[in-house]
């Protein structure tokens, strides 16, 4: 919540599309934002993609599965078939891809509104067992913060996407804030009562061994009508792809305006008018994600990055504070709430270097590759006529 206060007073004071990479190319100037670009490129995007796409194919597949276990082969092959489907979406038809998701984020409330409803029956008839001693016997070492911290924020992490599309948006001042309010609001109520529901039913022992929660609590609820909840998740989970894909082109087209990223990443299908190359370029990337992680890896991976370049966002907040007072802020919020964002933030990602240090080491590096990259691409003027041809200048 103070993250998603922190993006509404910038999303307000910052008109500009772009969201993470446009904030920071504010603050801090052209480097941190190349970076930033970089990293999305390379790593955020295909490994947050990969991610939810997992989830989709052990979904998909769970009905055909009922009695045994998933082949993990067989969910990477469907996984990587949905995604393929939104790459192909988002290069067809953008009204498409807008109608589309409209559908599937209804499909995800009707998802939730499953597992609520016999959930609050279920706490009415007195099923309250599972909540008693509810955090005995769990080890809370410091270490086990920071994926606990990024699973829980990857899980409500979507209220930056808006800022994504800020010069698309009618009436910045008022909309941004009322949307993002609004919106977390939803999502908070809605994911703490789906967690509720699901502890009314199941132990936390239980839920920590089932790799499908949701078709875990229909089965013992619902009976036949227990096949609906995974397709329903499934859907819900095809909406968060796309809906991914869609926002982040547009980062890659301010990127690229500004020169950060080469020129065909800015251009649209002519007559689709779809961002063909951005949406292209991530197609084999997510692949290579998909088929060398697990999910709580890739989560690892990924995040490091993104909460890394987020606290740097909120920073960039304060510092604006002092090096643009007479900047318009139609929405501000009190200097301690992005003051604890984002001293949580990069306190966490320094934790996760000491209790992850492959995948967190790994994102590390890739991140750093971002400097040289920028003097290489974008400072040194005297390229070579092939260099400057196949960066389309």
């Not at 999303?11 to 599309?17: A, D, N």
């Not at 270490?143 to 899980?155: C, N, Q, T, V, W």
């Not at 008022?174 to 039913?201: E, H, Q």
């Not at 994600?289 to 960039?316: K, T």
């Amino acid at each position: 919540l103070t993250g998603a206060l922190c993006y509404a007073e910038l999303g307000t004071c910052i008109k500009k599309s772009g969201g993470h990479y446009t904030y920071i190319l504010e603050a801090f100037g052209p480097l941190p934002a190349f970076v930033r670009v970089w990293v999305e490129l390379l790593i955020i995007r295909p490994a947050a993609t990969a991610v939810i796409s997992l989830a989709f194919g052990r979904y998909i597949l769970e009905p055909f599965f009922m009695q045994c276990e998933i082949p993990e082969l067989a969910i990477k092959l469907v996984t990587a078939v949905g995604i393929t489907l939104v790459m192909v979406l988002n290069s067809t038809s953008v009204s498409w891809s807008a109608r589309i998701q409209m559908f599937l984020t209804f499909c995800k409330l009707v998802a939730i509104l499953i597992i609520i409803v016999p959930g609050v029956i279920q706490l009415i008839k007195g099923e309250t067992q599972h909540f008693k001693n509810a955090f005995a016997g769990n080890d809370a070492s410091v270490m086990g913060l920071p994926l606990a911290f990024y699973s829980g924020m990857y899980a409500y992490s979507g209220w930056f996407y808006l800022n994504f599309v800020t010069e698309e948006v009618e009436n910045p001042e008022k909309n941004i804030p009322l949307a993002i309010c609004i919106s977390m609001i939803i999502v908070t109520v809605g994911y703490v009562l789906t967690n509720v529901a699901y502890f009314t039913t199941i132990s936390a022992g239980e839920l920590l061994l089932s790799k499908a929660v949701a078709v875990t609590f229909a089965e013992r609820l619902m009976g036949n009508f227990s096949l609906a909840v995974p397709v329903f998740v499934a859907l819900s989970c095809f909406g968060s792809m796309n809906g991914g894909v869609f926002a982040v082109s547009r980062m890659f087209f301010v990127a690229s305006r500004e020169g950060h990223l080469p020129e065909i990443l800015s251009m649209i299908h002519v007559r689709k008018h779809t961002p063909l190359p951005a949406v292209i370029v991530l197609h084999p990337l997510t692949m290579i994600m998909l088929f060398n992680g697990d999910l709580y890896s890739l989560l690892n991976f990924l995040s490091f990055a993104r909460w890394l370049f987020i606290g740097l966002v909120v920073a960039g907040l304060i510092y604006l504070r002092y090096k643009r007072p007479d900047m318009p802020r139609p929405f501000k919020v009190p200097l301690f709430i992005p003051a604890l964002f984002s001293f949580t933030c990069l306190f966490m990602v320094a934790l996760s270097l000491y209790s992850d240090p492959v995948n967190t080491g790994i994102g590390f590096a890739i991140t750093l590759t971002g400097i040289p990259a920028y003097y290489l691409f974008i400072v040194w003027d005297n390229k070579p006529k092939w260099f400057r041809k196949l960066l389309g200048k």
